[in-house]
């Protein structure tokens, strides 16, 4: 029930606004309370969405008893006596409006945009045929690596020895020289780092070429690798004195 109109000073409230059709809304808003029911209605359409025009307010107290509806909308708010807490619910009357049958908040009700698989396939730019470009691309660089490719490289490599990698001046032992089935073709040598800087324990792509820690193995062409005097480094070696 509306009561005496009575505003001292620049006073404003703090409501909980909520919608009819919107049951996530919900919203702590502060109005002046010498604002208009329009100007509020205009508040709160950029907020809910729903139109002044289509919009009924209705004033309810903490304990969510209703105290009236805001009908008349040359009226300012003050003249209803709101309190910090008291709840202002939007009933939205347009049954076409934008807020209206939940699709706002449920998706499942949204018409999904479908294309059948043989469409697509006759679209340009896809993702689809990228990565078959892509395949088709790295298909044709392998089958031009010879069997042989860096074979002679590998002449001064063998088990066991100390070598460093590139890039990165990696540190470690040699565990396999020769071809890998589950690589690109040519040579390869499989290394044991010093440190967990590697990619595997030895297996790669389900075939093992050698044995060793977890993320210590690594397989890297021979013109990456130079065996000699490397021995492990110290960690706690300080380059200047």
Not at 122 to 149: C, I, W
Request: charged residues 30%; aromatic residues 10%.
């Amino acid at each position: 029930m509306a009561s005496k109109f009575q505003i001292q000073g620049d006073e404003s409230v703090l409501l909980r606004v909520t919608h009819s059709n919107i049951k996530s809304f919900s919203a702590d808003i502060r109005f002046s309370l010498r604002l208009t029911l329009e100007a509020v209605k205009e508040k709160l359409w950029k907020k809910s969405g729903t139109s002044v025009e289509s919009m009924s307010l209705q004033l309810y107290d903490v304990t969510g008893a209703k105290l009236a509806d805001l009908s008349n909308n040359s009226v300012q708010l003050g003249f209803y006596s709101p309190q910090d807490g008291y709840r202002l619910h939007i009933v939205d009357l347009d049954p076409s409006s934008v807020t209206s049958g939940g699709w706002l908040e449920d998706t499942s009700l949204v018409e999904k945009y479908k294309i059948s698989d043989e469409a697509y396939d006759k679209l340009d730019g896809t993702f689809k045929k990228f990565k078959e470009k892509m395949a088709h691309q790295r298909t044709n660089a392998q089958s031009k690596v010879p069997d042989n490719y860096m074979e002679d490289l590998c002449a001064n490599i063998k088990v066991g020895d100390r070598c460093q990698v590139e890039p990165g001046e990696r540190r470690g032992t040699v565990k396999f020289v020769g071809k890998a089935a589950s690589l690109s073709p040519g040579f390869w040598v499989g290394i044991q780092y010093d440190e967990p800087v590697g990619k595997h324990d030895g297996m790669v792509k389900g075939q093992r070429y050698f044995e060793c820690p977890t993320l210590c193995g690594g397989m890297a062409r021979p013109d990456k690798v130079q065996v000699g005097d490397f021995p492990e480094r110290d960690p706690f070696e300080e380059d200047e004195i």
